[in-house]
């Protein structure tokens, strides 16, 4: 008998294997530059496997898409501890979402740089995961309102409003502690992993900023013009 036939890889697998690799190029390619011989080559199979398995490379960018939004918003949702106070609950969901996109740059660079830019249906799609993590957010937001005892005195507008603002800055600062550049290095300065913030610091860097304000708001102070 000749030499046993290798095992063939499960097309779950297989097509897991094959948004690795495109997760990879796509972010240090970019969507336009990225090929399709690339993504095969690095994920061990060739392209005619790719196109059999995600027919297009705009299926596949969606299908890169869909995946790694998934995720950000499974771990930032695992991330929070239900039973704890509000701030801590805040705190407990960025710190997830700082760890996740720490450890996934190249997934976020997908989500953040990539998909943004490339017009529909890709930049829906990003926009749809967004909305879910604001609507996220707000219920925090409003359950902190409540805690303090001031929700009546926020109107639901205000609460979304505040939702937006933070998650903006959350992705402002995930940019700031994980952009490389094309070799690999920071982007902003950050002269090794040691020096690069950690999860947990960015996170209270934004809570730091952002707690402060909403703890004057809850207690009844707003800023107006002079004063």
């Not at 972010?27 to 399709?36: D, E, H, P």
Request: aromatic share 8%; net charge neutral; charged share 25%.
């Amino acid at each position: 008998m000749g030499a046993a036939k290798s095992k063939r890889v499960p097309r779950p697998v297989r097509e897991q294997q094959m948004l690795d690799a495109a997760v990879r190029t796509f972010a240090r390619r970019g969507y336009r530059a990225a090929s399709m011989d690339e993504i095969a080559e690095g994920a061990g199979v060739s392209k005619p496997l790719v196109y059999l398995y995600l027919n297009s490379k705009e299926e596949l960018f969606s299908a890169v898409i869909r995946r790694e939004s998934a995720a950000l918003v499974a771990a930032v949702t695992a991330a929070v501890e239900p039973d704890a106070a509000a701030d801590r609950q805040l705190w407990s969901g960025l710190k997830g979402f700082f760890a996740h996109t720490a450890e996934h740059p190249d997934g976020w660079a997908v989500l953040h740089q990539q998909a943004r830019t490339q017009g529909e249906p890709f930049a829906v799609e990003v926009a749809a995961m967004r909305a879910e993590i604001v609507r996220f957010v707000t219920v925090l937001i409003g359950a902190a309102a409540k805690e303090a005892g001031c929700d009546g005195e926020l109107a639901d507008r205000e609460v979304a409003g505040l939702a937006h603002a933070l998650v903006g800055a959350a992705e402002s600062l995930a940019e700031w502690a994980n952009a490389r550049t094309a070799d690999g290095t920071s982007a902003f300065g950050f002269s090794g992993e040691r020096e690069r913030p950690t999860a947990k610091d960015t996170a209270a860097t934004l809570m730091n900023f952002v707690w402060a304000g909403l703890g004057r708001l809850m207690a009844g102070e707003r800023w107006a013009p002079g004063g």
